[in-house]
């Protein structure tokens, strides 16, 4: 974690001195100024996103709304990043970006105010390391997820082994269903993050039909 701030450091170090250089030769273009500053502003908020914790869940925008959650392990790694689609939808970062899925360290996941529809988890990310779930289409259909309006939808908890890096090569590793930890123990995870908005009322509805 020290590396990724240390790199993240340097590079905003270097972004600041490249601004400085570009702002003394161009002072005299105001337009091509404010140009270079909004870039550079852009960029420098990137970085910093890298090294923030998970945000807190927005509140239900609508009630028609839903929400997935769940839980992935990887023995000896944290995962980082989940990447949610929706089936059929074509995605272009960061025109068209897909679901925003929060991530915590204890590997339980969430995705907030989703349109009614068919999702799939379609990557993992570790490490710098991609754990694609996805190749094609029939493939992205076996790992469907329905969406109600209004629904709190539980994924699943997963554990990916046997990991094998690619060099130059495409990797390998295997995945599968695991039942700890269970999705009580998820949702009362997710009942305390969600604190102060609507989604809370929606878990703790769920965890009473698990009695």
Known sequence: MKTAFIFIEIQLFTIRTFLIGIYMTISKNLFLKFGIIAVALGLLLNLSGCATKPKPPFEISSPEKGMIYGNIHI????????ELREYGKFYM?????PPRVMIFRNGN?????LDPGSYYIS???SKKLFYSLVKDGKSAYQWII??????AK??????ITDVTPGVFVKGDFNIRAVRHPSERKVL??????TQGTGWQTRIQRRIKSLR
Do not use: D
């Open 75 to 82: 023995p000896g790694h944290e995962v980082t990043e989940i």
């Open 93 to 97: 970062p960061p025109f068209i970006k």
């Open 109 to 113: 996941f969430m995705a907030e105010n």
């Open 123 to 125: 990557r993992f990310v």
């Open 146 to 151: 329905n969406v109600e309006p209004g629904s």
């Open 154 to 159: 539980y994924v699943g908890a997963f554990e």
């Open 188 to 193: 009362k995870h997710m009942f305390q993050i």
